[in-house]
């Protein structure tokens, strides 16, 4: 959606004046079909004016196309001017002026588009329970949104299953994750969100904290991760920022000094269930993507880019663990070893 077909109708958008009318019924089966189809359940009337905004300012970058329709034919024609004139035989065309005007239209409408989704996120945001507002400001500039940035490609690592892609919206957003069991196989209490991402029986915890450290550690050498639900009733009272710090400060009082006494430097990797980084890790993934930047002899951009993705992707697979998989441990012992059993089926 967002890579493709969005780009294809902002095209004709760029070259056709006045046809905002034309995309209602399509921004109708954008908010009433495929963002509840995409959440598997209803969405309410602030969800989907939430959604409509860009990834960084917690929306899913799918965007109004009759709101996009007057941006995109206006920008076109402050861009294109110089080439326009050009054509009419008004002016000489000038390579350089044309640069610069196309660069100046473009810069001018990014403004104007920001501010505008700015205004209408504070609009939009008191509408959700206290809660709800926590999670979403989380994203705004927690860089919490990279895997819904990047191609679905599978030789990297970055697909989901639906199920997955679910998962990790209900987590973004706080919503109720869709056929979920009635009740937590582990304990018996009712299987909400939040006991999914908390409830220690089984070891699904201690297995999402694995996948993280694998993942990095797939990259870079072994570490030590932390895996922290920032929204669990006891934190409630106190920042994320607070919370991952205190997470950091545990994981150094227990295995810092063993690490010093080897020789070797200690950094926890701390990080929320919704991907917020604690900054020693965040130190340590920039350190990480500069060595891999100068060893592929790539941009830093890209290889940060990557070293984020890989983590965001390894966070909702982790998460989404906890969701589904089964608390209860396998049983052994019954009685194989000699194949006796076997008499009993045949």
Partial sequence: MTKSLQCEWEFVQRVVPDCAETFIPLQHAISDQFFPSLLGGVVTVEEKRLFQLPTYLAGLGIYDPTETAVHAYKTSRQGTA????????VTAFQHEQHLESLTTAR??????????????FESIIPSFSSDRQ??????????????LNVLPLQNYHFDLSPLQFRDGLAIRYLRDPRCLPPKCDGCGTALTLQHALDCKKGGLVIQRHNEIRDCIGDIASQVEALFVD?????????SPEAIL????????RVYEQAVVERRGNFTPIVLSVDGLLHREAEHFLKRMAANLAHKWEKPYSQTCGYVRARLAFAII????????????KWRSGLGMDDGAPLYSIL
């Fill in 317 to 328: 697979r982790a998460t989404s663990l906890c969701l589904r998989g089964s608390r209860v």
């Fill in 107 to 120: 810069k001018m409408s990014t403004k104007a588009k920001e501010d505008d989704f700015i205004l209408k």
């Fill in 134 to 147: 926590r999670a979403l400001r989380r994203s705004l500039n927690g860089k919490t949104s990279t895997w």
């Fill in 82 to 89: 110089t080439v326009s004139e050009a054509i009419k035989g």
């Fill in 230 to 238: 920032t929204d669990a009733p006891s934190h409630r009272t106190r």
């Fill in 245 to 252: 710090e205190s997470g950091a400060k545990e994981k150094k």
